[in-house]
């Protein structure tokens, strides 16, 4: 497929796993585990698998996600590069913030990004604040056409599960693309709807619901507490208190077999589910070892679910088709 005129597999790496550590206060927002030597490996994997996209965001371990990829791509400009701003992130101490992000910022926050990344332009800039009012986007969006006419980035999009966000801003020029949710257990008719109307790029997150869809984890796993799993968020459906929410558990016991159709392995099936829907849509799933990478590569030798699999998971997965959208 095409993507901002260049050639590139339907699948990307989402980078949030790698960037370790983040706090808000006392709070973590960040993944364990991640160790940078392992990660630069993983992302080296990634390519090696035809994996030509990594997402990243300034907020993903408050820089250091940037900071490995930058390292791990020096020599690798072919790779194309989504990041992110809007979030307010302090190196030394890992910390970030969600004070309101205002036009002025616009410039400074990219100049960060390019440095960390250790590029001259970044190939798709999107904006991070999932329910930014429209007007205070569209101001935002300004100063990004004019860095866009300076060469600093390529194209813009939004982060965001708002479908009438992203079809108000669809109307302007540099605007190319919305990251979403979209996943087995939810499939956004809206936002469906509007980038398929619009012809925006769908970049898919969570689309292995923060791991469930994993299949590591089962009724009785706890997440370690400073795990951004265990946080509590309004918006960490999956999990409850550290723990699987069992009503999504319930839904995947019902149609593990069916993604796991002709050898597939769950994740597998999962990021094939999401091909089904449209081949065009390029799913990010988050990575943090080479194993996991592999495993998430070799979806592209399947493709998309068969029609028939496809359509009895709908007949065992109910859908709210009048959800409202909602930050996931």
């Not at 969600?98 to 960060?112: K, L, N, S, W």
Request: with cysteine; net charge negative; proline share 5%.
């Amino acid at each position: 497929m095409n993507f901002l005129n260049t050639e590139i597999s339907p699948l990307g790496m989402g980078c949030w796993p790698i960037g370790g550590k983040m706090y808000w206060g006392e709070q973590s927002l960040g993944y364990t585990r991640s160790d940078d030597e392992t990660s630069i490996r993983t992302i080296h994997a990634a390519l090696d698998g035809g994996i030509t996209l990594f997402d990243t965001a300034a907020a993903y371990g408050a820089g250091h996600s940037e900071r490995l990829l930058g390292k791990a791509l020096r020599h690798r400009p072919d790779a194309l590069i989504v990041t992110k701003i809007g979030v307010g992130i302090d190196e030394a101490s890992r910390q970030i913030s969600f004070d309101p992000f205002t036009p002025d910022q616009v410039g400074p926050a990219v100049e960060g990004c390019l440095s960390r990344l250790e590029r001259d332009r970044i190939d798709l800039l999107l904006l991070h604040v999932n329910d930014m009012p429209i007007a205070q986007a569209e101001a935002v969006f300004d100063e990004l056409d004019r860095l866009n006419e300076a060469g600093k980035l390529r194209a813009y999009g939004w982060s965001t599960d708002h479908s009438e966000s992203a079809r108000a801003a669809s109307t302007r020029d540099g605007f190319e693309a919305v990251e979403y949710v979209l996943n087995v257990f939810f499939d956004a008719p809206r936002m469906q709807q509007v980038v398929q109307e619009e012809g925006l790029l769908s970049l898919i997150r969570s689309p292995l619901a923060m791991g469930l869809l994993s299949g590591k984890y089962n009724r009785n796993s706890v997440m370690a507490p400073n795990d951004v799993r265990a946080s509590g968020e309004s918006w960490m459906e999956y999990y409850s208190d550290g723990r699987v929410n069992p009503d999504f558990m319930q839904k995947l016991e019902a149609v593990r077999d069916l993604l796991t159709t002709n050898g597939r392995t769950l994740v597998q099936g999962a990021l094939g589910w999401i091909w089904g829907q449209s081949e065009t849509y390029v799913p990010i799933p988050g990575a943090r070892t080479e194993e996991q990478i592999e495993g998430i590569s070799g979806a592209l030798t399947f493709g998309a679910l068969p029609v028939e699999a496809m359509n009895e998971i709908e007949s065992l997965i109910s859908r709210n088709p009048n959800e409202p959208d909602r930050p996931r």
